[in-house]
């Protein structure tokens, strides 16, 4: 019996003579919006990386891994390489009071959204039709908003028939309103103003 007894102390000296299990465990997050190639995980007291870590492939942006080292050390230098080739690392990381070490923002990665489109603006744009009965041999049209006429918009030598008609291009600022000014063969000048053309396709001249 006093063997027996003896034999199960020394068991309970040898047991409580291992050391602890490591508690520099970790996850490696990876939140940089790169792709992590390789990780080496090394304590620092030395100067040499240990192997890559990553032995199930690269390390996709938002996702982590569970670094388990081999080694019992609480302060440890992480390496990473990204898939263009530059890298990044933390030097004396006191692993044993972590659970995670991440690479980016603390924060899980997310994909921002891209900024609204900008509302798009009503078109003043119409076409313009002689219901005058005369030829117009000048067309001026702008926006109530610009301070003058702009160039003719039939240009030189050209004139607009009775009945017929020709597009008129006016830039979208929010502005629908328009002023036109016409002149006949005879040198007579018409001119209307505050047009609105946003809700309309035609304007017939009369």
Known sequence: MRLIAALAALMVI???AQPAAAQNRFWLQNN???????????????????ANILNRGPLQPGMQVWVEPNFSDCYLDIRVRFADGTEDGHLGVHACTLSRITFGSDAPNTPTSPPPRPAEQPNPSFTFVNGSGEPIREIYVSLTSQRNW????????????????????????GVCTADMRVVFMDGRVMEQRNVETCAIRNFVWR
Do not use: K, Y
Request: net charge positive.
């Open 32 to 50: 940089t919006g790169q792709t992590i190639v390789a990780a080496n995980v090394s304590p620092s007291r030395v100067t040499e990386w240990g």
């Open 150 to 173: 702009g160039s003719d918009r039939l240009g030189p030598r050209q004139i607009l028939p009775p009945g017929a008609s020709m597009p008129i291009a006016l830039p979208r600022t």
């Open 14 to 16: 040898v047991l409580g």
